[in-house]
């Protein structure tokens, strides 16, 4: 079993940052392709960003400029740095990670999600 957790979510004023980290346990064997998605109400989960094992990373074009993901292949984590925030940015925040476990077993994961709230 692998469980992905996220930390870090919490209510900033618009111009802020957060910080969002996501970790993953269990029994894993390799992390590749993690990412972070977000959903609003009343809208459709969306990809905000991804990386690689190799570090290469994709930004939504509502990410760049702002968002800076990274992991940490050691420790099998993740972490979403956001910046100069907007109102639009209000969501709920899951990671996502495509992990092959100790079994052979490949399967992607998510976590529960973190709530991001930027409002004045």
């Known amino acids: 079993q692998v469980q992905l957790v996220e930390f870090g979510g919490g209510l900033v004023q618009p111009g802020g940052s957060l910080r969002l980290s996501c970790a993953a346990s269990g029994s894993i064997f390799k992390i590749y392709n993690m990412r972070w998605y977000r959903q609003a109400p009343g809208a459709q989960r969306e990809l905000v960003a991804s990386?690689?094992?190799?570090?290469?990373?994709h930004y939504a074009d509502s990410a760049k400029g702002r968002f800076t993901i990274s992991r940490d292949n050691a420790k099998n984590t993740m972490v979403l740095q956001m910046n100069t925030l907007k109102p639009e940015d209000t969501a709920v925040y899951y990671c996502?990670?495509?992990?092959?476990?100790?079994?052979?077993?490949?399967?992607?994961?998510w976590g529960q999600g973190t709530q991001v709230t930027v409002s004045s």
């Open positions: 990386i690689i094992d190799d570090g290469t990373t």
């Open positions: 996502s990670a495509d992990v092959m476990t100790m079994l052979a077993l490949r399967n992607n994961y």
